[in-house]
Nanobody, 126 residues
Framework: QVQLVESGGGLVQAGGSLRLSCAASGLTFSNYAMGWFRQAPGTEREFVAAISWSGDNTNYPDSVKGRFTISRDNAKNTVYLQMNSLKPEDTAVYYC???????????????????WGQGTQVTVSS
């Protein structure tokens, strides 16, 4: 049974930092690209970051580029999202997702991912 378990969310002031983690089990982690998405109330799920199975390729939307960094440790079956210079508009539930052998051109597409975590709340106060 595949499980993705996020942790590290919480309440932070604007300008602060958080580091999210997502521990995967039940799958061959190195075969999967890993992504982070977020969803605020009343909005659609939004792509935040993704990383290839090897860690060589990453992708970010303009809204977080330069502030967020995704990384992975295949030995620990874990993907991370370092979030700096947080803004109130970053407030959302953050989800990690695993996509089997996704290529960089499809990282942004939530429909391409096979497995999802339960999400972790990130709240940024102004």
């Amino acid at each position: 049974q595949v499980q993705l378990v996020e942790s590290g969310g919480g309440l932070v002031q604007a300008g602060g930092s958080l580091r999210l983690s997502c521990a995967a089990s039940g799958l061959t982690f190195s075969n999967y690209a890993m992504g982070w998405f977020r969803q605020a109330p009343g909005t659609e799920r939004e792509f935040v970051a993704a990383i290839s199975w090897s860690g060589d390729n990453t992708n970010y939307p303009d809204s977080v580029k330069g502030r967020f960094t995704i990384s992975r440790d295949n030995a620990k079956n874990t993907v991370y999202l370092q979030m700096n210079s947080l803004k109130p508009e970053d407030t959302a539930v953050y989800y990690c997702a695993a996509g089997f052998r996704l290529n960089i051109g499809t990282f942004y597409d939530s429909r391409r991912y096979n497995y999802w975590g339960q999400g972790t709340q990130v709240t940024v106060s102004s």
